[in-house]
C-alpha cells in the first residue's frame, strides 16, 4: 500500500527592510557578536517566511530551526529545544538532552554545546511561535540569550501578536528579557497593497490583475498566509474571487480545506481534534471509517497538513487546526474526542510516573471536551493523583483548578474543600504562589473558624508567607494576632507552633518578644512531636537577629536536620541559610563556597528547585561583592531563566543592577532596578532587599548625585530592622556630596549649603550604621574598610590634606577585606589625592597602574575612565598594564580557548601558583582550578606541565 506523501511548494514574500535588518544582525553574528531577534506579527503575516529566507540565505554557518506546540494537556519538557536540535546536519554533533522537568538539569549543557558549536561557525538558533513553547524551552532560552557578548550565535523567534495576554507565561519572559542587552524586537506588519501584488505574481505565476488584487487585499488585510489561503485554486488569469467565497478571514482559512475531497476534509477535521501530531496507527485506530491513505497524501498535497518525523501529521497552520476543529459539527466532533479519549484509555500503562500522568491527563481532556462529564471527572481525579504522586505538581494543579471550576458544589461541601486544599497544596509545591494565594483566599471563605479554628489559623500563616514572598505585603501584625487567638484556643498543635514561629521570625521585632515566640515555639513543638524544624528555624533567626551567632548557628544546625526528617523544605532552605548567614560577612569568598555547599546538600536530599534558588540568589551577590562579576552573572543567567519567586527575583534584579551601575552601564541599571521595584510592592518594608543603596549606585552611576544623595539618606530612617547593604549609605550619601561639591566647584560656583549639610551629617553620624548580627572576622574587616571609606569622602569633599592617607588606608584595607569594588575605586581616588597634592612619583605610577588593572579585571568602565583621563593629564603611561600579563602571547594563543582560560596559561607559563593566579585575576582558586580543566580537556594536554610546553611552542623564541 503507497504512503508516500507529495511535497507542496511554498512561496516567500520579499521583505526588503526587515531583511535588510535581519541580515545586518547576522552579519554581526558571524563578526562575533551575539544577538537575539524576537519577530512580532499576526498570524499568518510572513514571520516564519521571513526568518527563514533570511537564514537560508546565507552561505556561512549553520541554522536550527525549531517550534513551539500548542499542546493542550501532554506535557513535554524542552519541547521546543528538542525540535531545534532533532534533525542535525551531519557535521554537528549531537545534542543529549535530559528527561527531567527541571531546564536547570539543561541550561548548562546545552549552553556549552551551543558555545562549542559557535566556536566552529556562527549559529542561529530559530524558534517559530515562541508563545506555545513549554517553559523549560523558556528557561533555556532565557539563558542563552543573557549569555556572553562575544560568541558567534543568533537567536531569532516569532511570537503572533495577540497570543501574549497579561496572564501568559510568555509576558514575564518577555519583560525579562527586554531588559538584557543585544535583544532586538520587529514588529511585522501586514503587507500594503503593492506587495500583495507581489506576493500573488509568486503564488500564481504570472501578474494577476489589478481588480484580483483589489479583491484578495481587501479580505486578507495584506495577511501572507491569507492570502495564500485566499489564491489557492485560482488560475493565473482570473479577475475575481469566487462569488462563493466567504465574507470574513475565519472562512478564508477553510478556503484550502474546501478544496479537499469531503472524506480528506473530515479527516483533516479528525486530525484537528486529536491535538497533536499523529500516525497512522493512531489515526487509523480512532476513527476506522476514514481511509487514510487517501485521506494523508491529499491534504498534504494541498497544503493543509505537513508530514513531520517520525511518520506523524499535523496541520499546517495552527489557526488552521483550530478554525477545522470548529468547523467539525458539534455532534461529531465531541464523538471524535471520546475516540481519542479511548484511544489513550486503551493504551497500556506507562512505567514512567509522569509519562503515564501525561497520558491519563490526555484521556481526562478529551472526555472533557467530549462533554463526558462522569468520565472527564473520574479521570481528571486520576489523573491529578497521578500527577501529584509523580511530582508533576503543575499538571496535578491545573486538573484540579478545572474540576474546581466546574464543580458547582457549595463551597462548604467536603470535597469541594478537598480539591481546595489538594489544589493549594499542588500549587505551592509548583511554585506557583500567585495561584496559591488565590487558593488560600478561597479556602478562607469556606473554613469556619468556629468550627475548624486551626486550619484557619494554618490559612492565616500561610497567607503571611505568601503575600511576603510575592512582595505584597511584609507582615500583617493583626492577621498573625488573629491566628495566634485561633490556635492558643486548641490543645497544643502544630498549628499553634507553626504560628508562634511565624510571627517570631516576621512580627513587629521586638527582641525579647520574638526570642519569647520562638522558645515557646520550640518547646511545644518537641513536646508534641511535630514542626520541629520551624521553631527551631525561628530560634536561630531570632538568635541572629539578637547578635548571637554561636546560638544561631547551633539551632540552625538542628533545624535543618529535623526539617528535613519533617519533609519541612521551606524551613530546612531558610534554617541553612541563616546558619550560614551567621558564619560570617555575606560578601567574603566563605560566604559564596559555603552557601554553594548548602544549595547542593540541600539538592541532594531531594528539595525543589523553587526552594533552594535563594543559595543561587546570594551566592552571585556574594560573588559580585569579592570581584567575581563573571561568575556572578552565570549564576544569575541560570536563575533568571527559571520562575523566580518575587522577592528573590527582586534580590537578583539587585544584584544586576549593582553590577551594571559599577561597570557603568547606567541605562541597563536603571531597568534591573525599575524591574525590582516591580515585583516589591513597599520597597521600605523588605529590609532584606538593598533598594535604599543599590538606588544611590545607580543614580551615580547616571551622574545624578542630587538623587543618590537622597536614596541613600532616606535608608537611614528606617524603623526596626535596618536594610540591607545599611553600612554603605553614609559613604554613599557623602560620595553624592562630595561629587556635587566637586562639581560646583569646577564650575565657579558656591557649596557653602552643602558644606553645611556635609557638616551635620558627620556631625549626626560619626560613624557608619551597622547592620544586625555579631561582628565576626570577615565582618570585621568590612567594617573598617567601609569606615575608612566613609572618613576618605568625607575628607575629599572637605579638600582635606588627609585625603591621600586616608585614601591608602582604604584601599588596603577593602583589598584585605576582598572589597574589590571599593579596592579599585579606592585605588582610583588615592592616585587622585596624590596628584592633587603634587605628588608624581614612581609610587603615584604604580597606584594608577595597580587601580587599572584591578578595575579592568571588574569591568569598572567608570573608574578605569577616570584613571586614563588622570593617567593622560598626568603623562604617566598604563602601557605596562593594560596589555596581557608577562610571558603572554596576543598572537600565538592557544586555538578552541577562551580569552580568559588563554590568560590563565599565560600565567601558568608564567610559573604562577593557583593562589597566585587567582589573586591576580580577581576570581576564586576553586574558579581557577575549573578554568585549567577545561583549558586540559580543549587542548589535549595531560597535566600542567605538558600544557605549558605546548603554549611555549605556540609562541616561539
Not at 17 to 39: I, P, W
Not at 233 to 251: E, I, K, Q, V
Not at 424 to 440: F, H, I, P, Q, T
Not at 472 to 494: C, G, I
Request: hydrophobic fraction near 45%; charge should be negative; proline fraction near 5%.
Amino acid at each position: 500500500m503507497d504512503r508516500s506523501v507529495p511535497s507542496p511548494t511554498i512561496a516567500l514574500v520579499v521583505r526588503d527592510r526587515e531583511r535588510r535588518l535581519l541580515s545586518a544582525l547576522l552579519d554581526e553574528t558571524e563578526a562575533g557578536r551575539a544577538c537575539t531577534v524576537l519577530v512580532h506579527g499576526e498570524a499568518g503575516v510572513g514571520k516564519t517566511s521571513l526568518v527563514r529566507a533570511v537564514t537560508e540565505a546565507r552561505t556561512e554557518g549553520v541554522a536550527l530551526y525549531g517550534a513551539g506546540l500548542p499542546l493542550s494537556s501532554l506535557t513535554v519538557p524542552l519541547l521546543a529545544i528538542r525540535s531545534l536540535v532533532r534533525e542535525l546536519p551531519d557535521d554537528v554533533p549531537p545534542l543529549d538532552l535530559p528527561n527531567g522537568h527541571d531546564a536547570a538539569d539543561a541550561l548548562v549543557g546545552i549552553d556549552a554545546w551551543l558555545d562549542r558549536l559557535a566556536e566552529t561557525r556562527p549559529v542561529a538558533l530559530v524558534v517559530d511561535d515562541l508563545h506555545w513553547a513549554d517553559q523549560t524551552s523558556l528557561d533555556v532560552l532565557q539563558y542563552v540569550v543573557a549569555g556572553p557578548e562575544r560568541r558567534r550565535l543568533s537567536i531569532m523567534a516569532t511570537v503572533r501578536s495577540g497570543a501574549v495576554t497579561d496572564e501568559h507565561p510568555l509576558t514575564r519572559w518577555l519583560a525579562d528579557v527586554r531588559r538584557l542587552p543585544r535583544v532586538e524586537e520587529i514588529e511585522l506588519a501586514p503587507l500594503d497593497r503593492a506587495s500583495t501584488l507581489d506576493q500573488l505574481t509568486s503564488l500564481l505565476g504570472e501578474t494577476p490583475h489589478g481588480s484580483l488584487v483589489g479583491e484578495v487585499y481587501a479580505r486578507a488585510g495584506g495577511n501572507p498566509y491569507f492570502t495564500r489561503l485566499l489564491a489557492t485554486g485560482l488560475r493565473s488569469d482570473a479577475r475575481h474571487l469566487p462569488t462563493a467565497m466567504p465574507g470574513s478571514l475565519h472562512d478564508a482559512l477553510l478556503r484550502t480545506s474546501s478544496t479537499l475531497s469531503a472524506s480528506a476534509r473530515r479527516g483533516t477535521q479528525t486530525l484537528a481534534v486529536g491535538g497533536h501530531p499523529a500516525t497512522y496507527d493512531e489515526l487509523d485506530d480512532v476513527a476506522p471509517d476514514l481511509r487514510w491513505d487517501e485521506i494523508v497524501p491529499e491534504a498534504v498535497a494541498a497544503g493543509v497538513v505537513d508530514a513531520l518525523p517520525a511518520g506523524r501529521f499535523w496541520i499546517h497552520h495552527p489557526l488552521l487546526a483550530e478554525t477545522m476543529e470548529a468547523e467539525m459539527p458539534g455532534r461529531e466532533r465531541r464523538a471524535r474526542h471520546r475516540a481519542f479519549a479511548q484511544w489513550w484509555e486503551r493504551q497500556p500503562p506507562l512505567h514512567e510516573e509522569t509519562a503515564e500522568a501525561a497520558r491519563v491527563a490526555l484521556v481526562a481532556d478529551h472526555y472533557f471536551q467530549a462533554q463526558d462529564t462522569d468520565h472527564a471527572r473520574t479521570w481528571a481525579l486520576r489523573a491529578a493523583e497521578a500527577a501529584e504522586s509523580a511530582g508533576a505538581w503543575s499538571e496535578a494543579h491545573r486538573l484540579l483548578e478545572r474540576e474546581l471550576t466546574h464543580d458547582s458544589s457549595d463551597g462548604r461541601d467536603d470535597t469541594r474543600l478537598g480539591l481546595l486544599h489538594r489544589a493549594r497544596a499542588a500549587a505551592e509545591m509548583s511554585g506557583d504562589l500567585d495561584a496559591e494565594l488565590a487558593l488560600v483566599d478561597e479556602l478562607m471563605t469556606c473554613v469556619d473558624p468556629a468550627t475548624d479554628p486551626l486550619a484557619v489559623a494554618d490559612l492565616i500563616v500561610r497567607r503571611a508567607s505568601v503575600r511576603h514572598l510575592t512582595g505584597r505585603t511584609y507582615v500583617d501584625d493583626d492577621a498573625l494576632e488573629a491566628a495566634e487567638t485561633l490556635a492558643r484556643s486548641q490543645p497544643p498543635s502544630a498549628t499553634l507552633v507553626r504560628t508562634l514561629a511565624w510571627s517570631a521570625m516576621h512580627g513587629d521585632w521586638e527582641p525579647a518578644k520574638c526570642a519569647a515566640l520562638s522558645e515557646e515555639a520550640v518547646m511545644i513543638a518537641q513536646e508534641i512531636g511535630a514542626a520541629v524544624g520551624m521553631a527551631l528555624t525561628a530560634k536561630s533567626v531570632t538568635a541572629f537577629v539578637g547578635d548571637d551567632a554561636t546560638a544561631s548557628i547551633a539551632c540552625a544546625g538542628e533545624a535543618v536536620a529535623a526539617s528535613m526528617r519533617e519533609g519541612d523544605w521551606p524551613s530546612a532552605a531558610r534554617s541553612a541559610e541563616y546558619r550560614t548567614c551567621a558564619g560570617d560577612s555575606a560578601w567574603s569568598p566563605w560566604f559564596a563556597e559555603q552557601i554553594a555547599r548548602d544549595r547542593e546538600h540541600l539538592a541532594a536530599s531531594g528539595a525543589p528547585r523553587h526552594e533552594i534558588v535563594l543559595f543561587d540568589i546570594l551566592e552571585a551577590d556574594a560573588r559580585l561583592w569579592i570581584g567575581e562579576w563573571e561568575e556572578c552573572v552565570a549564576i544569575l543567567r541560570s536563575c533568571m531563566a527559571t520562575r523566580l519567586q518575587p522577592m528573590w527575583d527582586a534580590g537578583g534584579r539587585l544584584s544586576l543592577a549593582h553590577l551594571a551601575a559599577g561597570q557603568g552601564r547606567h541605562e541597563e541599571a536603571a531597568s534591573h532596578l525599575a524591574r525590582a521595584e516591580e515585583l516589591v510592592v513597599d520597597t521600605q518594608s523588605f529590609y532584606e532587599l538593598e533598594f535604599d543603596a543599590v538606588r544611590a549606585l545607580v543614580a551615580l552611576a547616571a551622574a545624578d548625585p542630587e538623587a543618590a544623595y537622597s536614596h541613600a539618606v532616606a535608608g537611614l530612617g528606617f524603623d526596626t530592622l535596618p536594610p540591607s547593604m545599611i553600612e554603605y549609605l553614609l559613604p554613599l550619601a557623602v560620595r553624592a556630596l562630595a561629587d556635587q561639591i566637586e562639581r560646583r566647584r569646577a564650575a565657579g560656583e558656591g557649596t557653602d549649603d552643602l558644606l553645611r549639610m556635609l557638616t551635620e551629617l558627620a556631625a549626626t553620624h560619626r560613624h557608619i550604621v551597622l547592620d544586625i548580627g555579631e561582628m565576626q572576622p570577615w565582618v570585621a574587616a568590612q567594617i573598617e574598610a567601609i569606615q575608612v571609606l566613609y572618613r576618605a569622602e568625607l575628607a575629599r569633599a572637605m579638600s582635606s590634606p588627609d585625603a591621600p592617607l586616608l585614601w591608602r588606608v582604604t584601599t588596603v584595607r577593602a583589598r584585605r577585606a576582598h572589597l574589590r569594588w571599593d579596592e579599585a575605586y579606592a585605588g582610583w581616588r588615592w592616585a587622585e589625592a596624590l596628584l592633587r597634592s603634587g605628588d608624581h612619583g614612581r609610587e603615584t605610577n604604580g597606584i594608577l597602574r595597580d587601580a587599572h588593572v584591578l578595575a579592568s579585571r571588574l569591568g569598572a568602565v567608570p573608574v578605569i575612565d577616570a584613571l586614563e583621563r588622570l593617567a593622560a593629564s598626568a603623562h604617566i603611561s598604563l602601557a605596562e598594564v593594560v596589555g596581557e600579563p608577562a610571558g603572554t602571547w596576543a598572537d600565538g594563543a592557544l586555538p578552541g580557548l577562551t580569552p580568559r582560560e588563554n590568560e590563565i596559561v599565560a600565567h601558568l607559563v608564567a610559573g604562577r601558583t593557583y593562589a597566585e593566579i587567582a589573586d591576580a585575576l580577581v576570581i576564586s582558586e576553586k574558579t581557577v582550578s575549573s578554568h585549567v580543566s577545561n583549558i586540559l580537556r580543549k587542548s589535549g594536554a595531560k597535566n600542567r606541565v605538558e600544557l605549558a610546553v605546548l603554549a611555549q611552542h605556540r609562541v616561539g623564541p
